[in-house]
């Protein structure tokens, strides 16, 4: 089951606390983050990628969780999102849409795109050799997500956007290419992944029941060490 609005401004929240480290993503940039996590040519546990939601610079720092209880909540969240992303994509993919933020502008409702982008640039490069083929491939299906998501293409996009006569309307004609895109994505690894006909044999199925680690199991935030004596840890100052 996917998060309720209020779940995602929950998750958000403590996202962008102080609780939850400086360079942490806030949620549209987790969203475009797992998406490509949970689209590429290889599987990523949640033990690597969670890390990176955390600190999305260098994936080393961790959340301060107050109680056990707030960081399997925390947690909970963060994996029944990327758990509604996996099923949307490969159960339902022409329902898939981004979690971008929106702002107004002068009377109209205009999508902010740049953290979700952003987040799918950092989820590629969590495997750039696997992906490098289908970047080569296929240029045109990255070209919006690296405009809106890297620093390079921010340069021309201000080009692209701003020359235009009617600028918001020119960005939410490139805004409206990043879902299909997505989709196209997706659909191209799942193909690979899958035999020809088969995406139930699909290694990368959507895990159903809420993985909320055992206190002996490996924390999923990356650190190492077991969750009881992580984010496990009664009152955790971690």
């Known amino acids: 089951m996917g998060l309720t609005n209020q779940e995602t401004e929950e998750l958000d929240a403590f996202l962008l606390s102080d609780d939850g480290r400086e360079n942490a993503m806030d949620v ?7 998406c490509a996590v949970l689209s590429g040519p290889n599987v990523i ?21 107050t109680s056990e209880k707030q960081a399997q909540r925390i947690l909970d969240l963060l994996m029944r ?15 898939y ?4 933020l929106e702002r107004d502008h002068k009377g109209r409702t205009v999508s902010i795109v740049d953290e979700w982008c952003c987040g799918y640039v950092k989820g590629i490069a969590l495997d750039p050799s ?3 083929p289908l970047v080569e491939a ?11 998501g890297t620093e390079s293409g921010w340069d021309r996009l201000k080009k692209l956007v701003e020359a235009h006569e009617d600028a918001d309307a020119r960005h939410q004609v490139l805004v409206d290419l990043i879902a299909p895109a997505a ?9 690979r992944r899958a035999p020809a006909g088969d995406t139930i044999g699909d290694t990368r199925r959507p895990i159903h029941k809420m993985p909320v680690p055992g206190r002996n199991d490996t924390c999923p935030c990356g650190s190492g060490k077991k969750f009881k004596y992580c984010h496990g840890a009664p009152k955790s100052l971690h």
Do not use: C
């Open 28 to 34: 549209s940039g987790v969203d475009g983050f797992l």
């Open 45 to 65: 546990m949640p033990s690597e990628w969670m890390r990176w939601v955390w600190d999305s610079a260098e994936g080393k720092q961790s959340p301060e969780f």
């Open 81 to 95: 999102h990327a758990n509604d992303i996996a099923v949307t994509l490969t159960e339902v993919p022409q329902y």
């Open 97 to 100: 849409e981004p979690l971008f």
């Open 130 to 132: 696997g992906w490098q």
């Open 138 to 148: 296929h240029p045109d299906w990255f070209e919006v997500i690296h405009l809106y």
């Open 183 to 191: 989709r196209n994505i997706h659909a191209y690894w799942l193909a």
